[in-house]
């Protein structure tokens, strides 16, 4: 079976080279990939360097597990160091946001992510991907939600984003 998947990217290291060095692996295993805009934003629950955040939605036929597994690789593969502090500086982080309309613990991945609801540097991008799909626990649009939002919680902003020589992202967007 094949699910709708949205991935959280994120860096603040190396930002636009691990950025674009993710979104390679993931185009060559997932090809197509629906891409939202790039936001930068200031880092949360630690003083560090701004962060790149986008969403990545994609179809896969993998189970949860191994989604998650084959999203470890391409962490490891640029340099991600496991075991430090949760909020710490991040080569690339590439989290699971959804999985279909998979809801709870499934492989040790809570689904849906609750930093959906609770970051804006996650819910913006989804919502610019996802407008019209429904949060399955809160039961709301994913576009519902970033307009009810407290943007004032979080500071992010567009920023321009260039991979495979196209535009992907322009910091004038509204």
Do not use: C
């Not at 991935?7 to 295993?29: P, Q, W």
């Amino acid at each position: 079976m094949i699910s709708r998947v949205y991935l959280s990217i994120g860096s603040n290291i190396e930002r636009y080279h691990h950025v674009a060095a993710g979104l390679d692996k993931l185009e060559m295993l997932f090809s197509p990939l629906i891409i939202s805009s790039v936001y930068e934003s200031e880092a949360v629950g630690f003083n560090g360097n701004p962060f790149l955040n986008l969403v990545v939605g994609l179809d896969t036929e993998l189970s949860v597990g191994a989604l998650l597994q084959v999203l470890k690789g391409i962490e490891d593969e640029n340099g991600r160091v496991r075991g430090g502090p949760k909020f710490a500086p991040r080569t690339l982080d590439v989290d699971i946001l959804t999985f279909g309309a998979q809801v709870g613990e499934i492989d040790k991945v809570q689904l849906p992510r609750d930093e959906i609801l609770t970051n804006a540097f996650v819910l913006w991008p989804l919502s610019e991907l996802a407008p019209r799909e429904i949060h399955p626990v809160v039961n709301q649009s994913y576009q519902s939600l970033w307009d009810e939002y407290d943007k004032k919680q979080q500071k992010l902003w567009v920023v321009d984003f260039q991979w495979k020589d196209q535009l992907i992202s322009a910091a004038d967007q509204p």
